[in-house]
T-cell receptor, first 114, second 119 residues
C-alpha cells in the first residue's frame, strides 16, 4: 500500500537555525515523485520542493533542500536559516501513477521563535 | 507559472442547501483536476479525480451523489455539495494537472481552497 508517514506532529526551532522535517514513504512503484508543501493558516498549499525517484541528486530550492535516501525510503525536508514566516504546517506528499494521484502525510506543524 | 483560481474562498450555508465550488485554470488547460477535503488539523484526503468530458473517479468511501463533480470544459471543474449538513463543513481544495510541464515540480498546482461551514 502507498503511504506517507510524518512522525513529528510538531517541531520547534529558533530563528536562523536549521530544522529537519522527517518523511518516510512506502510504495512498490518504481517511478514516483516526492513533494513538500507548506500550508500557512490561510489554508493555501504552497509548493516548496520536488524530488523524482530517478533523480540522483538531492533537490534544492533556496533555503529548502530535500534529503532523499531511496534505500531508506525517506525524503526529509531541511530548512536552513529559519525565518518567522516559516511557521506553518508542512506536508510531505507522494505522486503515483504518473501524477495521477497525490498521497499526503499527516503533516508537521513548525513553529519558529524569535 | 500555472495558476488555479478557486471560488468562493469561504461560504456559509444552511443545512439542506447545496453549495457549488469552482476551480478554474487561468492560463493553461487542465484535463485533469483533483478535489481534496481537509478537516481541521488533519491532512488532505483525495475525494475524486475530475477528467474533462467524462465522469469523475471517486475515492472509496466518498458519496458520488453527495459530492457532484462536473468538468465540462478544459478550464473549469466544479464540486457541488448537495443537501449539505454540518458534518460536511470542511476545507475543500482543488488542484490541477498541468499538461506539458517541464518538470515534476510544475505538474501539479493548487487552488487556495474553499472553507465551507454548514449551519
Amino acid at each position: 500500500a502507498q503511504k506517507i508517514t510524518q512522525t513529528q506532529p510538531g517541531m520547534f526551532v529558533q530563528e536562523k537555525e536549521a530544522v529537519t522535517l522527517d518523511c518516510t514513504y512506502d510504495t512498490s512503484d518504481q517511478s514516483y515523485g516526492l513533494f513538500w508543501y507548506k500550508q500557512p493558516s490561510s489554508g493555501e498549499m504552497i509548493f516548496l520542493i520536488y524530488q523524482g525517484s530517478y533523480d540522483e541528486q538531492n533537490a534544492t530550492e533556496g533555503r529548502y533542500s530535500l534529503n532523499f535516501q531511496k534505500a531508506r525510503k525517506s525524503a526529509n525536508l531541511v530548512i536552513s536559516a529559519s525565518q518567522l514566516g516559516d511557521s506553518a504546517m508542512y506536508f510531505c506528499a507522494m505522486s503515483l501513477q504518473g501524477f495521477q494521484k497525490l498521497v499526503f502525510g499527516t503533516g508537521t506543524r513548525l513553529l519558529v521563535s524569535p | 507559472g500555472a495558476v488555479v483560481s478557486q471560488h468562493p474562498s469561504w461560504v456559509i450555508c444552511k443545512s439542506g442547501t447545496s453549495v457549488k465550488i469552482e476551480c478554474r485554470s487561468l492560463d493553461f488547460q487542465a484535463t485533469t483536476m483533483f478535489w481534496y477535503r481537509q478537516f481541521p488539523k488533519q491532512s488532505l484526503m483525495l475525494m475524486a479525480t475530475s477528467n474533462e468530458g467524462s465522469k469523475a473517479t471517486y475515492e472509496q468511501g466518498v458519496e458520488k451523489d453527495k459530492f457532484l463533480i462536473n468538468h465540462a470544459s478544459l478550464t473549469l471543474s466544479t464540486l457541488t455539495v448537495t443537501s449539505a449538513h454540518p458534518e460536511d463543513s470542511s476545507f475543500y481544495i482543488c488542484s490541477a494537472r498541468v499538461q506539458g510541464a517541464n518538470s515534476g515540480a510544475n505538474v501539479l498546482t493548487f487552488g487556495a481552497g474553499s472553507r465551507l461551514t454548514v449551519l
